[in-house]
């Protein structure tokens, strides 16, 4: 980056589920982002981005939580997220939230268009598709890569990942079929229908393994700790990580999931 042009101010939203349960994804996500020449500032006063009061009916819980989120990061240029799910939340629906007031619809749309999820954020916003390469990230073996639905259909994320994976060493990326259908996570959706989720995460495992792919890759940790779970119910040796782990060149921990697989 020229010294004339300013870093972009860049919020890190970190997600629930990577502070309690992945942190190396955070960790991985602000390396890529720092070596894109972006200023990452991570506001403690972020909390959940409100998905799951939202998908449970409860507006003014989910207004609330907006509104905080709105003002943590307050005077960013971008706010990231190393998640479709909560990026497609803090982008779509936000705005939604507040249609009927026109002081925060303002700004909760104002805020929403400065979301975006990582891989998009890298390629589309910062055209650094070879941010791995640069980072001199490698990956000895195969991989197959899982559309979570929101970043999917939601935010369109789809190419920008397998761009930014053609960057890493010594990894060969092998493409599931149906790779776009639903993992059977879906926020509530795995709790109110547990067995309709079981089916289909066994579904979207048995497609993962039939790839070849010793090594399973997503952008959402939802997704993820789902896939992760059943793979470890069945005592399938394939790793599970994250692709800001994989990336950033931080995959000298523990696969997800890995852990439950060993008691």
Known sequence: MSASVAAPRVGLFVTCLV????????????????????TVIVPEAQTCCGQPAFNSGDVRST???????????????????????????????????????PV????????????HELTSFLVDVLGRDDIARELGASYKGTVTYHDSCAG????????????LLAGVAETTLAEMEDTEVCCGFGGT?????????????DDKIALALQSGADTLIGGDMGCLLNLSGRLSRHEHAMRVY????????????????????KG
């Open 19 to 38: 502070d309690l349960h992945r942190p190396n994804v955070g960790f991985a996500t602000l390396r890529l982002l720092e070596a894109a020449g972006c």
């Open 63 to 101: 207004r609330a939580i907006a509104r905080r989120t709105i003002e943590a990061f307050d005077g960013l240029d971008h706010v990231v997220v190393p998640s479709g799910s909560c990026a497609g939340m803090l982008h779509e629906h936000y705005p939604l939230l507040f249609a009927d007031d």
């Open 104 to 115: 925060w619809a303002t700004r909760a749309s104002e805020f929403g268009a400065r979301c």
């Open 152 to 163: 999917l259909r939601e935010l369109g994320v789809k190419a920008q990942p397998r761009a």
């Open 189 to 201: 959706f795995c709790v109110k229908f547990a067995d309709i989720s079981e089916r289909m995460a």
């Open 242 to 261: 994250h692709v800001a782990e994989v990336l950033a060149g931080m995959v000298d921990v523990p696969a997800i999931g890995e852990r439950l697989s």
